[in-house]
């Protein structure tokens, strides 16, 4: 089997019907490198909804031409789709197809009975994108795509599973299942070799077996092999192994595939929780939505790798690929960092969310998409649960109850060595109800009642209809996840002693209480804030709005994301993030937030998704004495607050106050310190200075060696500082990139959550003194980045790309 990208050499244009083109009237196609988002480069208007960012939906059409040798009339050849969005069709020689409704499931069109050998042919996929989504989703072919050609004899794709039945220190069983499939009108025999190999690049294991094969027929050869001293996988020694797969005839290969996998031991119960090799794991979670930030939706390999390192590095340990199948280069990526995933199916069922959702096709095709996210993802390491659904409005109701029960038993067909949970909110689960208990209209709608900032929410979760009404949807499942349920977790555990649960979906502003029941109770096994990353749509969930503004639950345009991440839309930590580091127990602190003073003099209306609005930063545009609050996060006995040699106070820290000491401090320019003391020893200190002028350009990347791969990325640092580096927060320019050479600018932005500006005109303005720009290469050679701003030095940052690697055959 050969197996390459085939992301380069397409065109996409808006779609025209034929009746356009005999017009004359069509649009011109333009040159693209996919993974591609064909909505970003759409004009957002006030007019579209809050909930797609301001942008309009439409509909897409991608071209490629392909020239196909006579020699491909005794092979097989498909085009596999990892993800387009949405209600896609494809066309080989005008001729159609395939298909497939859901936007998150990768897909296989066969090509053999469309293709003229010899002649160049054309490939054509439409999609189209309206009101069928609750974020934005972006559109069009936004993740990667192969073609595949090989013998009739093959490994079928995803062909290869490894699994690991019995995991010991001092050996491990490891069982390779190769799915074989002969498309020929011959019987064949053949042999299937398999070798292991560990993370040392030595085999260590391996074995063989031959397997005789009818016409048109598949067959599944199942070789166990023994590891002995296994390295295992985990979070902290994520040690990977490959399985090589080869096929041969009479001494000669015919096919190979290569899988990577991790020997590793999962454990759960309501004693000790959830166990890894046999360790007691908390799972500190992050929610992500599928787009990346100033990318849009385009899923490229470097983009989801640098998103786990961050989230990573930001202490979570557990992602919810919330709500979608996770790309194959996301969990790639949390395969090589330890990160745990629950892989999550769908964000609706028959009952639709949105007026041309999923929902419209759920019924015919719901099988079909969850065999594509099982068969795609069970040999990850890192996926260690499958979600069947977020937030079912049927989850309450008996006929629902016994869907999901099918779902689950589905997913445990194709896969039982992983747990299956679902994101279960009684409120949504019982909706008209718990407005009646809430006395509500029943125009008020899920969304108000969850952001009502007296916390009516998580009562309204353990409600006695609410237990009643999802008892049999909470049964199917391994893990009951609970979205915003933390009023659940103690009174399940007497009312239901052999329940697991996960916190799959909880709020920003109670991340210490949500944690300190994760810590101190064994059956909850971790909590997923939402959200780890800032991302496009839903704009203004974490707002911090004014009690006299129209009351809206999305923000006016043109707020363009949707505020609530620990990170934001371009990857820098916020100030919740370094909070919920301390809550974790991973750092001590402190931190200074400060909270920013516009319109102070109003009263501030924020939804549970809120943090506080802050930045850690002590260079304001204020006149002196102007009163600021700050706060000190510290994991602390007290902590001091210091302004140009000046101690202000000193106040209470730690667990009690919830890991938090306010203090309103008069402004002045300086510096300001906050020192924090356990046992009346210093025990650390941190350090706000004021920055001073002339404002300087500086651009940093993450990287200046690229590999000369559309896979690749350099993530370039834009800031304004002063002379002792300091970032300058309050004097933000236009700057424009440009980029020259073996490379293009795939993206330029700041993590402003409100903005007129695009991330596609190489033109910005800096938010809080950053911006990133995003590279891209397109062959071998130097890239300069140039980076300039009126009255400013110019910088310029000089990159390469080399060759890459031969890649593993698939």
């Avoid at 065109?11 to 034929?18: C, D, E, L, Y």
């Avoid at 298909?99 to 490939?123: C, H, K, M, W």
């Avoid at 008069?666 to 210093?682: F, M, R």
């Amino acid at each position: 089997m050969t197996q390459v990208s085939f992301n380069d050499g397409w065109t996409v244009r808006p779609w025209a019907s034929i009746f356009a083109a005999l017009g004359g009237s069509r649009p011109q196609a333009v040159p693209i490198t996919l993974p591609h988002d064909a909505v970003l480069d759409l004009d957002r208007a006030p007019t579209n909804r809050p909930e797609h960012a301001y942008f309009p939906g439409g509909a897409f059409e991608y071209s490629k031409s392909i020239d196909v040798p006579v020699e491909w009339r005794d092979k097989r050849v498909s085009l596999v789709f990892e993800g387009i969005y949405r209600d896609a069709m494809v066309f080989v020689n005008s001729a159609f197809a395939g298909q497939r409704p859901y936007g998150y499931s990768s897909f296989t069109v066969a090509l053999d009975p469309f293709l003229r050998y010899g002649e160049i042919n054309e490939i054509r996929v439409d999609a189209r994108v309206h009101d069928d989504s609750r974020w934005y989703s972006g559109g069009g072919i936004f993740r990667d795509t192969h073609l595949i050609v090989s013998d009739l004899v093959h490994i079928s794709r995803d062909g290869v599973l490894v699994t690991t039945p019995d995991v010991g220190e001092d050996v491990t069983t490891v069982e390779v299942a190769v799915t074989i499939a002969n498309e020929s009108t011959a019987t064949d025999s053949v042999r299937v070799s398999v070798q292991l190999v560990g993370p040392d690049d030595v085999v260590s294991a391996q074995g063989t077996a031959p397997v005789t094969l009818r016409a048109a027929e598949t067959a599944v050869t199942r070789l166990r092999m023994y590891v002995h001293t296994p390295a295992l996988w985990g979070v902290d020694h994520p040690h990977l192994y490959r399985a090589v797969v080869t096929a041969t005839r009479e001494d000669a290969a015919i096919d190979e595939s290569t899988v990577v996998f991790g020997i590793r031991r999962l454990q759960l119960d309501p004693v000790h929780g959830l166990r890894v090799n046999g360790e007691v794991i908390k799972l500190r979670g992050a929610c992500v939505h599928h787009d990346n930030g100033i990318l849009g939706a385009a899923t490229i390999g470097r983009a989801e790798e640098r998103r786990v390192e961050l989230l990573k590095a930001a202490g979570f340990n557990a992602i919810r690929s919330s709500h979608y199948p996770a790309s194959s280069s996301l969990l790639d990526a949390c395969d090589r960092l330890g990160v745990l995933v629950i892989d999550e199916a769908f964000d609706m069922w028959a009952e639709g969310k949105s007026a041309f959702d999923y929902s419209l096709a759920f019924t015919d095709w719901w099988e079909r998409d969850i065999e594509a996210m099982v068969v795609k993802d069970r040999n990850h390491p890192s996926v260690i649960m499958y979600s069947v659904g977020n937030e079912i409005p049927e989850t309450g109701d008996p006929h629902g109850s016994a869907l999901g029960r099918r779902i689950a038993e589905k997913v445990r067909s194709l896969d039982s060595t992983r747990y299956v949970t679902n994101g279960i909110n009684g409120i949504v689960s019982t909706l008209e109800e718990a407005l009646t208990a809430t006395s509500r209209e029943s125009a008020a709608g899920v969304n108000d009642v969850l952001a009502d900032d007296t916390g009516i929410a998580n009562p309204l979760n353990a409600a006695d209809f609410v237990t009643r009404r999802t008892e049999e949807s909470f049964s199917v499942l391994d893990v009951a996840g609970m979205n915003y349920g933390e009023a659940r977790y103690e009174r399940d555990r007497d009312l239901f002693p052999n329940r697991v649960i996960v916190g799959s979906e909880t709020f920003t502003a109670q991340i210490a209480l949500g944690w300190d029941l994760v810590e101190h109770l064994p059956h909850v096994i971790g909590d997923f804030t939402w959200t780890g990353f800032d991302y496009l749509g839903e704009v203004g969930l974490g707002r911090h709005a004014f009690a006299d503004e129209k009351d809206t639950f999305l923000g006016a345009y043109p707020w363009i994301a949707a505020w609530c991440g620990d990170l934001d839309l371009t990857g820098y930590r916020r100030p919740q993030s370094y909070y919920r580091e301390i809550v974790y127990g991973l750092a001590a602190g402190p931190y200074i937030a400060v909270l920013r003073p516009t319109q102070r003099q109003r009263a501030p209306q924020a939804t549970q998704w809120a943090w506080e609005d802050s930045t850690s930063s002590w260079t304001w545009n204020v006149e002196a004495g102007t009163a600021m609050s700050v706060e000190v996060y510290a994991d602390a006995d007290e902590v001091e607050l210091i302004l140009n040699g000046d101690v202000l106070g000193r106040k209470p820290a730690g667990r009690d106050v919830a890991f938090r000491a306010s203090f309103h401090v008069p402004y002045a320019q300086g510096e300001l310190v906050a020192v924090a003391y356990s046992g009346g020893q210093e025990q650390g200190r941190s350090t706000l200075r004021s920055a001073t002028l002339p404002t300087i350009l500086r651009a940093t990347p993450d990287r200046r060696e690229l590999t000369a791969d559309h896979r690749d990325l350099a993530f370039v640092a834009v800031e304004l500082r002063d002379a002792a580096g300091t970032l300058i927060t309050c004097d933000d320019r236009e700057v424009t990139a440009e980029v020259h050479g073996a490379g293009v600018l795939q993206g330029f932005g700041s993590a402003r959550p409100t903005t007129t500006e695009g991330y596609r005109t190489g033109r910005h303005t800096t938010f809080e003194g950053r911006a990133l720009a995003i590279v891209r290469p397109t062959g071998e050679g130097p890239i300069v980045l140039t980076v300039s701003s009126e009255r400013l030095d110019t910088v310029k940052v000089d990159l390469r790309a080399v060759s890459a690697r031969p890649a593993i055959p698939a």
